[in-house]
């Protein structure tokens, strides 16, 4: 499977923004797929997931602001950024795991290893003041 990212760009403090991940290949099974991102100088980091079994999970950062789903039909998983801050600027990277379905949580804990099956190519967020 591959994954294609789109939707990045700039954004103004308070606005939003919608990141898109197509996948070319059915993912509605026993996956774990999720979003992460990397700010400059920094490790790369969990966003926000969602599991097999439809559980999601968010890093505190961005929980109540941003919202992940996934289009089952359309294999597209989303992430709707709301109110984002300069903080989130960061290339984001949408991944799938099969290792890591029943247990997708454990990848937006801190300083976890993220030894993923497939990564995008990632998409540049670019928040500004």
């Known amino acids: 499977v591959q994954l294609v990212e789109s939707g990045g760009g700039s954004v103004q403090v308070g606005g939003s923004l919608r990141l898109s991940c197509a996948a070319s290949?059915?993912?509605?099974?026993?996956?774990?797929m999720g979003w992460f991102r990397q700010a400059p100088g920094k490790e790369r980091e969990g966003v926000a997931v969602?599991?097999?079994?439809?559980?999601?999970t968010y890093t505190n950062a961005v929980k109540g602001r941003f919202t992940i789903s996934r289009d089952g039909a359309e294999n597209i998983l989303y992430l709707q950024m709301n109110s984002p801050k300069p903080e989130d600027t960061a290339m984001y990277y949408c991944?799938?795991?099969?290792?890591?379905?029943?247990?997708?949580?454990?990848?937006?804990?801190?300083?976890?290893?993220?030894?993923?099956?497939?990564w995008g190519q990632g998409t540049l967020v670019t928040v500004s003041t």
């Open positions: 991944a799938l795991d099969r290792a890591s379905a029943g247990l997708c949580h454990w990848l937006v804990a801190p300083q976890v290893v993220l030894d993923l099956e497939v």
């Open positions: 969602d599991d097999s079994d439809g559980t999601t």
């Open positions: 290949e059915n993912t509605d099974g026993n996956y774990c």
